[in-house]
Structure formats: structure tokens, C-alpha cells
């Protein structure tokens, strides 16, 4: 009986180990920009455009209105400028943080 008992709260705190570690997984996946430093200009202009990706997720969180908004700007030239804009910015915040201008 008292095997079955410890191997019941076994049990159980692994059950509880189990539930923090992918808690904690998730959350690491959740954190796409765990720094501003990379490794080439690439990742870091890759990096920039995700951050755009992200914040306008962020801002705007209806999929259908993004899809809805993405037929309006994909023919836009100046639409796709100014998207090219913010892409730029955040890379140049990259830029600093990594020294690429040196």
C-alpha cells in the first residue's frame, strides 16, 4: 500500500514537473526576439522584418482583417514603401545594437 501511495505522488509531481516544462517551452517559442544581436546583416534584416510582422500582429489580432487589408496594400506601391520603411527602421535599431556601421 505504501508503494502505491509514492508512487501516486510520483506520479502526480511529475505530472506537475511535466506542465511547467512545456509552459516553459511555450513561452520560449512566444519569444522571438530573445536579443538584437545576430550573427550576419541577414539575420539581422530577417530579424527586422519579423519585429514589423509581429508588432502589426500585435496591433491588429483579427486574421480576417489583416487578410482583408493585405488585398488592399499588395498592389499599393506606396503601401509596400512604407512597409519597406519600418523594415528599415528596426533594422537600423539592429544595426546600432550589432555595430554593423563600424
Partial sequence: MQQLVKLMLVAFLS???LQNVQAAEEQKSDD???SLITATP???RQLAITMVRKTIGAIQRDSAIK????QD???DAELLMQAAELVALEF????????YWR
Avoid: C, H, S
Fill in 42 to 44: 541577414l539575420e539581422g
Fill in 15 to 17: 505530472i506537475g514537473l
Fill in 67 to 70: 487578410q482583408a487589408v493585405r
Fill in 73 to 75: 496594400y499588395q498592389d
Fill in 32 to 34: 522571438y526576439m530573445p
Fill in 92 to 99: 537600423q535599431t539592429i544595426a546600432i545594437a550589432n555595430n
